[in-house]
């Protein structure tokens, strides 16, 4: 097949030679070979090439290692590949991972498209014919193509980077003038045994042991306890045997005996495999694109669309043949099966650990709000009970006591009898009662015991997953630098070496010329910086100079930690800060815009008679509604502005860029979230001045004050509704609505789009087609952040709202059941990453538990009427009794000293009112400093700024005890961790042991023993060497049949 000068390689699209019909070969099985010189450049990563007269590639045997494959769409595949759809189309190799591209020929006509007839950019960037290529098949590119050629180029390089890495690449012609192309991606053994060696990655060995649980009193009650959660176990078979464990180890090439590799194609899982291909991704270079490294920059400049692992089949498909994700579908992923536990095991499998992270924690968090919603149900059927026998409710409901009260607004509104406002009262004592108290202790506590059983779960799936000593992986992950990151720094290298080439010329320069040379040598120096610049936008980039130039930059880039300096980034910080600071005054405007509205309906609404009776409840409602809506709104923004300010802070890696992104989101949705809540909890009605001095808005409104039973029903009825509208309108409905949106979306922009269509394609799909139409997996922030916000509404609030934990349990039992849907029916696969924890989050529902102890306290102190209750029961009352409270409350104004124009016009009033009630804690007109602050209001305030230092001493006390008393590590995983060091420190010798007798045994039976014993043991470390070999061997083309 190869001859002298000459080697076959496949033909890639866009290869940069001239093709015409008459130069290619076709073979039986639809593959395209050309013919080349044999001189070539070594690659980007240095590996060398065959000379001239050598065959790329090694012997095609049955179990020989195969690189590429180039299909015709118009021949058909055999029945038999079409049945496997996780493969290749010689139905033996797995697919491991696939990348996609869309492609346009503008200058071709349909049926006239296929690599046969493509063009290539010859080296100075111009297009044209070539001096001996001339065809009835040839093709001249118009300017138009120039940048897809160029796309191109970059893709025939990089997968030829792929090739020389040791994958086998597998992918269709591009025989249409317009499509998508995938390019299939299998990691044969030899490169999956290097790179699992290179990250180490841990592999059940052959010895497996049994997980002791404790002792007979701790064995008997797991048994009982798993006999009667049976119902509830999902059927998978992680569950069938989980005390027994495999020991694990990294895998080593020189160690092969320790592992139990029964078939190699089935001993890492596909999880497993396509970590590694992605791996391999992420570091492969591609010097035509500016020396962009790996998949990730490549999609960033639109070199190719898509890259993602295949699911494994389909979850719907009909048939009794199960794979992981019908599996999971079935006993996971749908709504019927909400009782059930989740099969965490098999989400890590299928997903990984850090998708498995999360749902592990998303599990814990709704079974730890069991407990808790039943406390708080409790506390809200106390307020029930006990209402009839409040005292404060019952004296203000009593129309004998005839407290007259002061009028709510100027001239409009008259003066009104305590009594009308009976039903407010009566409601308030359901959320304002003495267990409120014991329920804020509790959920304190709780938030403390969940985050410590949280890492005591954490320790527990790192020890069954292995996730011991993954930090090595961590810092490897941080050497990936994102694609914004290097085009950032390289643009600065350029930058600097424009400098550096004009100062080297004026340099030169500068000792022979005299004063006219001089003006002279600046002005050809100022015309040499915007050809520079043109030179660096224009598309003939490969001179020489440039070239060195980027080499110069790509060699800085790779040897300097981080190039970007904080006078590079003091811009993106200014403007972070900038931006951050004007979307929180943007919240507060909208929270006053709000307020506002408020005032002003109440003021209008009190002008007509039948609508005064319901201002209150019709301002509250509406103004709810429409924070509610704006904080949906908002979020959306913020959102995005969160992501676009970390984009301009040009983080190096990927995980820098998540937890910026994660923060800058968390503050900006919090403050959206709770600002509005914050308002009504500590500051409404704090600021209304008393009657004869009332705080205006505007000349004309007064400041809005809380209803006659306090704001702490005001607090409960603004946290209910904005937790659950959120939940509803935002966590479920946008969650389902928007994905099937995009996805009707896409399937009729498809269907509209010209080109030509495979009609017996289409109904026949592959699994890359498949899992191409699905959404690509964006992370789990989202995630993350609307079950954080929820964590803040059930604790930070909870003394005013008892039954937020029971709402955020039902909405729980749906999120889970609906992420499922979503990760499993609707996104592709993402790649498998491995972690030990859940990062920030841990330290973000860490702050948000200490902070629910401070808000808590205050809104007890503050908000409710727990402490003015207990000052008088104690102080003031003469009985020891309530009775008499609502009157120590009330303070006496002199309606003759309210100012002109605020009386009320026509009152109504059934008597004459010489003096008026308001709720304060005031000195009567007919004291020597009328309407000061009285001895009672002092009392009060000491007290409850007494209150909020000892609930939050105590609370921090009880929660550090809390944390004390449970340690991090479960006893029995530490103790196994111990075994299993010991074991595996056994099993080694073990093994060494047979295995050296094994090998000395025929050393004993012949005069030459001893120099084949040694034999056999340098042979011990051949797989090593022999894979390497075969690595290095595989980089070559070789031929196959399809």
């Not at 999971?328 to 499998?349: H, M, N, S, T």
Request: hydrophobic residues 40%.
């Amino acid at each position: 097949m190869a001859t002298s000068g000459l080697r076959d390689i496949p033909l890639l699209p866009g290869s940069p030679r001239r093709l015409s019909p008459r130069t290619v070969a076709r073979g039986s099985h639809a593959q395209q070979y050309l013919k080349v010189p044999g001189a070539w450049a070594p690659g980007p990563q240095g590996s060398s090439r065959p000379g001239p007269g050598q065959t790329l590639g090694a012997e095609s045997s049955c179990g020989g290692s195969v690189i590429n494959n180039y299909l015709d769409a118009n021949e058909p595949a055999s029945s038999e590949a079409r049945l496997s759809r996780m493969h290749f189309h010689d139905n033996r190799r797995k697919v491991d991972y696939v990348l996609a591209y869309h492609y346009r020929k503008r200058g071709a006509h349909p049926g006239q498209g296929s690599p046969g007839h493509s063009l290539a950019i010859v080296s100075n960037g111009e297009t044209g014919k070539e001096p001996h290529a001339g065809g009835p098949g040839d093709i001249e590119l118009g300017p138009l193509d120039a940048l897809e050629e160029e796309r191109k180029e970059q893709r025939e390089e990089f997968e030829h980077n792929l090739m020389e890495a040791g994958l086998e690449l597998e992918k269709d012609l591009e025989s249409k003038s317009q499509g998508s192309v995938f390019v299939r991606i299998h990691a044969p053994w030899q490169v999956l045994a290097r790179e699992a060696e290179f990250l180490k990655i841990k592999v059940p060995t052959k010895k497996m042991y049994e997980i002791k649980a404790g002792g007979s009193i701790a064995k008997t009650f797991n048994a009982i306890l798993q006999k009667l959660s049976s119902p509830l176990q999902p059927r998978v078979p992680e569950h069938s045997n989980n005390r027994m464990k495999n020991l694990s180890y990294p895998f080593s090439r020189e160690k092969m005996y320790l592992y139990n590799i029964q078939e190699k194609d089935t001993f890492f899982d596909n999880a497993t495999r396509s970590r590694i291909v992605h791996e391999i991704l992420k570091r492969t270079a591609c010097s035509r694109a500016n020396n962009t490294m790996g998949i990730n920059s490549l999609i960033a400049n639109n070199i190719y669309e898509a890259a993602y692992p295949l699911h494994d089949g389909e979850y719907d498909s009909p048939g009794d043949d199960m794979n992981d994700r019908k599996l999971l579908y079935q006993e996971w992923a749908r709504y019927g099966v909400f009782y059930k536990f989740q099969p965490i095991d098999l989400i890590r499998k299928y997903f990984g650990e850090k998708i498995g992270l999360y749902f592990a924690w998303l599990g814990l968090y709704t079974s730890f709000l069991i407990p808790s919603s039943v406390i708080g149900v409790i506390v809200f059927l106390y307020g029930c009970a006990t209402i009839e026998e409040d005292i404060p409710s019952k004296e203000m409901c009593d129309q004998q006591n005839a407290f007259t009260m002061c009028p709510l607004c100027d001239k409009s509104c008259d003066y009104w009898n305590l009594s009308s406002a009976c039903g407010t009262a009566r409601a308030s004592h359901l959320f304002d009662n003495p267990a409120t108290v014991f329920f804020s202790i509790f959920m304190a506590l709780w938030a403390t015991m969940f985050l410590e059983n949280w890492k005591r779960l954490q320790m527990r799936l790192g020890y069954f997953w292995d996730l011991t000593g993954i930090e090595e992986e961590e810092e490897r992950a941080q050497e990936h630098s994102r694609p914004e990151y290097e085009s950032k720094v390289r643009e600065k290298m350029l930058k600097e070496s424009d400098k550096s080439v004009v100062q080297k010329l004026d340099a030169n320069t500068a000792g022979s010329e005299d004063e006219v040379g001089n003006r002279g040598r600046k002005s050809s120096i100022a015309g040499l910086e915007p050809c520079l610049r043109s030179l660096h936008s224009s598309h003939i980039f490969r001179t020489p100079v440039i070239f060195h130039r980027q080499e110069l930059a790509a060699s800085q880039l790779e040897d300097d930690e981080d190039k970007l300096t904080w006078k590079d980034r003091f811009p993106g910080y200014l403007m972070n800060f900038a931006s951050i600071l004007f979307m929180i005054a943007l919240t507060f405007s909208i929270v006053f815009g709000v307020i506002v509205y408020r005032i002003t309906t109440a003021a209008a609404l009190s002008l007509n008679k039948a609508t005064r009776s319901n201002v209150r409840v019709t301002v509250t409602a509406t103004a709810v509604i429409i924070n509610l809506v704006v904080i949906l709104i908002l979020d959306e923004i913020y959102g995005a502005v969160a992501k676009w300010l970390t984009k301009i802070e040009v983080p190096k890696t990927e995980q820098t860029f998540e937890e910026r992104l994660i923060l800058k989101a968390f503050l900006l949705k919090f403050v959206n979230a709770y600002s509005p809540i914050f308002y009504v909890a500590f500051f409404k009605g704090r600021f209304v001045g008393r009657p004869g001095s009332y705080v205006y808005v505007f000349d004309g409104y007064r400041m809005e004050e809380c209803a006659p039973g306090g704001c702490l029903m005001e607090l409960c009825i603004q946290l209910s509704i904005i937790m659950l509208g959120k939940q509803l309108i935002q966590n479920n409905i946008f969650e389902i609505g928007v994905p099937k949106l995009k996805k009707l979306f896409r399937k009729l922009k498809d269907e509209t789009e010209p080109g030509e269509t495979d009609s017996a394609h289409s109904k026949h799909p592959e699994q890359w087609d498949l899992d191409y139409s699905l959404e690509p997996y964006t992370g789990l922030t989202p995630e993350y952040m609307e079950m954080i916000i929820q964590f803040g509404f059930v604790t930070l609030f909870v003394a005013s709202f008892p039954l937020a934990p029971v709402f955020a349990l039902l909405n729980n039992v749906i999120e889970v059941r609906l992420d499922a849907k979503k990760f499993v029916t609707e996104l592709r696969r993402p790649d498998a990453v491995r972690t030990k924890d859940i990062g920030i989050w841990f330290d973000i529902l860490s702050g948000i538990g200490k902070f629910s102890v401070i808000i808590n306290a205050f809104v007890i102190a503050v908000t409710s009427d727990f402490i003015p209750r207990l000052v008088y029961q104690y102080s003031y009352s003469h009985n020891g009794t309530l009775h008499g409270f609502v009157n120590h409350t009330l303070s006496f104004f002199n309606v003759s000293q309210l100012k002109e124009g605020t009386q009320p016009e026509n009152s109504q009033f059934d008597q004459e009112v010489q003096f008026c009630r308001f709720k304060d804690y005031r000195e009567p007109p007919w004291a020597p400093n009328p309407y000061e602050f009285s001895k009672q209001y002092w009392s009060v305030l000491s007290a409850r700024l007494a209150f909020v230092i000892i609930f939050q001493n105590l609370v921090m006390f009880l929660s550090v005890l809390v944390d004390w008393m449970i340690p991090d590590i479960p006893t029995d995983i530490s103790d196994q961790i111990k075994k299993e060091k010991s074991l595996l420190v056994d099993f080694f010798l073990k093994e060494e042991h047979g295995k050296l007798k094994v090998t000395d045994e025929p050393a004993q039976r012949s005069p030459g023993g001893r120099d084949r014993s040694r034999g056999s043991r340098a042979a011990s470390s051949a797989p090593s060497g022999r894979s390497q070999l075969s690595s290095r061997a595989s980089s070559g083309s070789q031929h196959t049949n399809v």
